[in-house]
Every structure is written in structure tokens, then in C-alpha cells.
Nanobody, 123 residues
Framework: QVQLVESGGGLVQPGGSLRLSCAAS????????MGWYRQAPGKQRELVAS???????NYADSVKGRFAISRDNAKNTWYLQMNSLNSEDTAVYYC?????????????????WGQGTQVTVSS
């Protein structure tokens, strides 16, 4: 099986920074795309940023210029550097991966989610 474990959330003051990490482990053949989503209370989950195997990135308009997604393929880990945080960034952040896992001689393309980490921006 495959697990995604997030870390790095917490409480930060407006204007501050946080770095989230997501580490994937298990019977992974290849991670095709990685991403970060967030869900604020009473709102739908939304894409924050994504990065492909070729390192092409995509960002929500609300975080462009403030957030940066990166990946370390050797560690099956990806990151979300969040700068200039404001109260509207308060949410539970989830990492996401579209990957191919291996089971015996079979390969399965599946999407996995992390458990979520709380980010609270408040003075």
C-alpha cells in the first residue's frame, strides 16, 4: 500500500511563512503528479498548487507569487513554501499524488491523499 504523511502545519501570524512537507511511502513505482489542496470551514476543497513529473507547476490565482511547490524525486517528497500568509489562507491543507503503484507484477494508477494538516493564520 501507499501512504502520504504531511507535516509542517501550525499557527502563524499574518505576513509569516510556513513550509509544508508530504512524504510518500510504500509500493510506489512512479509518482506522476503531486499537489496541495486546502479546505476552509464551510468551503469546498480547492487546488492550491500542483507539480508534474516534468516539474511544470500550476497555482491558484490567490496564491501566485506567495506560494511555491517543489519536489524531491529521490525522497518521494514534495513541499509547499507559503509566504506572506494572510487570514484567508487558514484551512486544512491536504497533499495529493497521482501515482503508479506496483503489486506483484501488476501496476495500478491511483490517486492518494494525505491526512491533512491545519494551517491557521492569526495574530
Amino acid at each position: 500500500q501507499v501512504q502520504l504523511v504531511e507535516s509542517g502545519g501550525g499557527l502563524v501570524q499574518p505576513g509569516g511563512s510556513l513550509r509544508l512537507s508530504c512524504a510518500a511511502s510504500g509500493s510506489i513505482f512512479r509518482i506522476n503528479a503531486m499537489g496541495w489542496y486546502r479546505q476552509a470551514p464551510g468551503k469546498q476543497r480547492e487546488l492550491v498548487a500542483s507539480i508534474t513529473s516534468g516539474s511544470s507547476t500550476n497555482y491558484a490565482d490567490s496564491v501566485k507569487g506567495r506560494f511555491a511547490i517543489s519536489r524531491d524525486n529521490a525522497k518521494n517528497t514534495w513541499y509547499l513554501q507559503m509566504n506572506s500568509l494572510n487570514s484567508e489562507d487558514t484551512a486544512v491543507y491536504y497533499c495529493n499524488a497521482d501515482l503508479t503503484r506496483i503489486s506483484g507484477t501488476f501496476y495500478y494508477a491511483q490517486t492518494y491523499w494525505g491526512q491533512g494538516t491545519q494551517v491557521t493564520v492569526s495574530s
